[in-house]
Structures are given as C-alpha cells and as structure tokens.
C-alpha cells in the first residue's frame, strides 16, 4: 500500500481496520487541495474486493451532522449510501458510473438531475411548507466581503455594489429543511442499471434550500437553456418561484461565502469572484426560467 496509515487519521484509520477484509490500496482522491484544510478523501480497495470511499472531514460535529442526517433522509434516496461514522471520519460507498460532468449534460439528463434534487428538498419533511425567518446575522455574514477587500481579491466598489444588490433582493422569509450543499455534475453519476445517484455527501445540512439550489447554479455553470431543462426537472417536486424572485440575494450569498472560504483555506477565490463580477452586470434570472 502506498499511503502510509498514519495519513488517514487516527479515526479513518479505526473504520478500516474494523471492516471484515484487510485493506489492500489506497489513493488519495481529495478535490480541493489546500493546507489549511483537514479534509481528505481515500479510495479504498480491500482484499475481498470490495471498495469504499474513506472521508476525514474538517470536525467532529461535521461527521456526526452526516451521519444523523443521511440516516434520517436519504435512507431511500439515490445516493451513495455512508455506512460508518467514527468521529470526523466515514467510509461511504463507493458507486461506479459515468460522471455527469464527463457530457452527459443533455435536456433529459439536466431535468433529472433538477428532479433528484427537487426529491432530495422534499425528503422527510415533516412539514409540508416549513418556513424560517432569515436571521440579519447570516446575511451580514454572507455579504461581508471585508477579507477579500483586504486581500486585494475584490474592488471594494464591487462589494459594496454587491452587498446592496444582494440586500435590496434578500427575502423575509424563506424554506428551511434538508439540503445537500455541493449538488453539482461532478458529484452525479449515471449508475448501470440503477440511473443517476448523487455521491460526495459530506457537505449535506439543513439550512434555506434556495440557498442550496443556488449552491447548485454556482458549481454546476450552465447555460440559459440548460439551467431551464434542470429546473424543469426541480419544479416536478419544489417551485422555484421565490428562488428566481429573491435570485440576486441567494447568489451573491454563495458567491461571496465561497470565495471567502477559499481564502481562507489557501484556495484562489478567483471562480466564484469571477461569477459574481459578472453577475453585477446582470442580475436578474432568465425569462427562459419561468415555468412553462
């Protein structure tokens, strides 16, 4: 094995050895690198041939927030299941497919992947329409760019612009519940004879699921078309009204979190910046994304 153990951590590092075949290779698949980060992803391949997905997450509370909530959502849903928790650790599934992010992003392949996350926003929600007041601190905190400003990542015009934009935008209220955090086409596959599954779920929470589908038009870049076949698909399951009423708030907010993160994780911040200079210049949400 070419990963020595003491690379997984002492909690990944307790899951593996637990499991009923010794492992036999192992190599380190994490997407983001950065040295600021814990976090580190592992393909695992055991002697008995099986292959699961190992996850060292950033704490504690991250993992046990994974595990109680893939337990209670997704028990039935079309993901790779997570089957130990240890800590800041897991080991998931490991699916084999073909990626939607290797073109397979056609209209129907779009509006399923709108209709899983649609399914994955009304999962096990005890209230049919549950709603929750937008809290000031978290829209102060999503729209404050003061660390990219000093940074010199980001014109203080433009966060100003930004902040007010995103501000004159922000609902009152808005639906709380079950969110997915990273659904994007990188973390979609087209399993064989069992159709599209969401992988990566280390990121899933509760939080506004316009903020999520948001999330969603940030890392998974599409054009006007394309994002109208994937919402298409959502509305099968959730409307998307107040998301493309409220569109400047939800995106500036993702676009400005994220870029903060990536810098402070030693990440460029570029990408998201970019998106949000260009969001600046327009706005407001296609015509083409009303329902039809």
């Not at 600021?36 to 996850?55: H, I, M, N, P, T």
């Not at 399923?112 to 329409?129: I, K, Q």
């Amino acid at each position: 094995m070419t990963i020595p153990w003491h690379a997984f951590g002492s909690s990944l590092e307790s899951l593996i050895r637990q499991q009923p075949a010794r492992l036999d290779d192992a190599v380190a698949i994490s997407p983001l690198a950065s040295a600021e980060s814990r976090r580190a992803a592992f393909r695992l391949q055991f002697c008995d041939g099986r292959v699961l997905k190992g996850r060292y997450l950033e704490t504690a509370q991250q993992g046990e927030t994974v595990w109680r909530l893939s337990n209670v959502h997704l028990r039935s849903a079309p993901v790779a299941r997570i089957v130990a928790w240890r800590s800041e650790a897991l080991l998931e599934e490991w699916l084999p497919g073909l990626s939607m992010a290797a073109d397979c992003n056609g209209p129907e392949n779009l509006r399923a992947a709108g209709a899983l996350l649609g399914r994955l926003h009304r999962t096990a929600v005890r209230d049919p329409h549950p709603r929750r007041a937008l809290e000031p601190r978290w829209i102060d905190e999503s729209l404050d760019a003061d660390r990219l400003v000093a940074a010199g990542r980001l014109d203080p015009a433009a966060a100003r612009e930004a902040a007010s934009m995103a501000r004159q935008s922000a609902p009152a209220i808005a639906e709380w519940g079950f969110c997915h955090g990273d659904f994007c086409a990188e973390n979609l596959l087209i399993v064989p004879e069992l159709g599209l599954h969401v992988v990566d779920n280390e990121t899933i929470c509760e939080l506004w699921q316009d903020y999520d589908l948001a999330r969603t038009w940030y890392r998974w870049p599409m054009d006007t078309l394309a994002f109208g076949a994937f919402l298409d698909g959502y509305r099968l399951h959730r409307a998307a009204d107040e998301f493309l009423a409220h569109f400047a708030f939800w995106t500036i907010a993702v676009l400005l979190r994220s870029a903060v993160f990536r810098l402070r994780n030693g990440v460029s911040p570029e990408l998201p910046i970019q998106r949000l200079l260009a969001l600046l210049q327009a706005p407001s949400p296609s015509p083409l994304w009303a329902p039809r």
